[in-house]
């Protein structure tokens, strides 16, 4: 049967991607040997690195002087990595979820951090709105995308001081101004490629101004003078992040993916709010269009179970919410097909009809 694969992360990859990264495992550039067993240096895979990176910056619109980076070690990786090349005196972040304070925890080894806001005392249920960036902070921090608790800023900050986003979770998924950031970083899992590398984009201008020094691998500049080529990149997900962008591209970019998702989420939201068995779990104002979440209304909250399985039965997988959440999350990244949301949304009224 079809699955309709609603992984939060590692999450569906297009077709196009899968296909092509198994054929690219088999025979790579028509040299008769595997992707997987052939130097980083060949000029088949620079020509691959230097598309994923000239394609990045076309999908994105980023101006010259922002590089873009395919480094190991997660999104994960960048919570120090960003203090570390940034942090002086003193940096200001605002904490929307598990991922805002793992990145908080990581700063605070190199500096002050202002926490400007928290929504930490709601379950991060909301994203909080009254708070000002302050002038003398050598950064912003802030997740766009809370992929645990499926809230999401869906604009950018007009900010006194060099913004950097975690956009593990929504990267191409939103049309913004590239300008209103200094670094934007996100983990290729969830709408890019398999784990095993994060997409770094840095404007140059703002490194290179800390007083400390800096090990060679956490030196955003060491991947920047070494074209991301430093040590050996993560060549696999590299190369299925190149056919992700080339399918973003054919498909007729970030503005469609956009439009894409704000469909796919609608569908399911409208669903969420009609239906009298489930509610959605946070501020309509602040919803995710790639993670929503969603639990049983508290009457029917002992049929979680039986729908859980009624949704398996038809081929829906991967919507059991985070253990820190419960319920649903069914994750609507890019590569998911509106037909997916179609049946997710059929089974939510079949089910509601039986009840
Ligand atoms: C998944 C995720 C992370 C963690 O990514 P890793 O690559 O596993 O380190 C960080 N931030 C956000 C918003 C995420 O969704």
Not at 150 to 170: K, L, N, Q, Y
Not at 190 to 195: F, R, T
Not at 212 to 224: N, V
Request: charged letters at 25%; glycine letters at 6%; one cysteine or more.
């Amino acid at each position: 049967m079809k699955k309709h694969n609603f992984y939060a992360g590692p999450s569906i990859l297009t077709p196009y991607t899968i296909q092509k990264t198994a054929d690219a495992v088999l025979n790579f550039a028509d040299m008769d040997l595997s992707l997987l067993e052939i130097s980083h240096r060949s000029k088949q895979f620079q020509a691959v690195m230097d598309e994923a990176q000239a394609l990045t910056k076309e999908l994105l619109q980023l101006p010259d002087d922002y590089h873009v980076l395919f480094l190991g070690g997660g999104a994960s990786m960048q919570f120090c990595m960003v203090p570390f090349n940034l942090l002086n005196k003193k940096a200001a972040y605002i904490n929307t979820g598990t991922w805002a304070t793992n990145a908080i925890k990581e700063a605070k080894i190199f500096g002050e951090v202002d926490v400007l806001a928290s929504s930490e005392d709601t379950k991060f249920n909301y994203i909080p709105k009254n708070f000002e960036i302050p002038a003398d902070a050598d950064y912003f921090h802030f997740t766009s995308n809370n992929t645990i608790y499926g809230t999401e800023i869906r604009h950018d900050f007009d900010s006194p001081v060099p913004v950097v986003c975690d956009m593990s979770s929504d990267i191409f998924s939103r049309v913004f101004d590239p300008t209103k950031y200094g670094v934007i970083y996100a983990g290729a899992q969830k709408n890019l490629a398999p784990a095993g590398v994060t997409i770094v984009i840095v404007k140059e201008s703002l490194l290179g101004h800390v007083n400390r020094e800096i090990p060679t691998m956490l030196d955003y500049r060491t991947h920047i003078k070494k074209g991301s080529m430093f040590n050996t990149p993560p060549v696999l997900p590299i190369y299925s992040a190149l056919m992700t962008l080339r399918y973003y591209k054919e498909q007729g970019g970030v503005k469609e993916m956009e439009r894409r998702d704000l469909e796919k989420a609608a569908i399911l939201y409208d669903e969420i709010d009609r239906n009298k068995l489930f509610r959605g779990t946070v501020a309509e104002e602040d919803r995710s269009i790639m993670n929503v979440c969603f639990v049983m209304n508290p009457d029917y909250a002992e049929l979680e179970k039986d729908f859980m399985e009624f949704a398996t039965e038809q081929g829906i997988v991967g919507i059991k919410g985070h253990r820190s959440v419960g319920g649903f999350r069914a994750s609507l990244y890019n590569a998911l097909p509106k037909e997916s949301v179609e049946v997710l949304v059929k089974a939510m009224k079949d089910f509601e009809a039986k009840h």
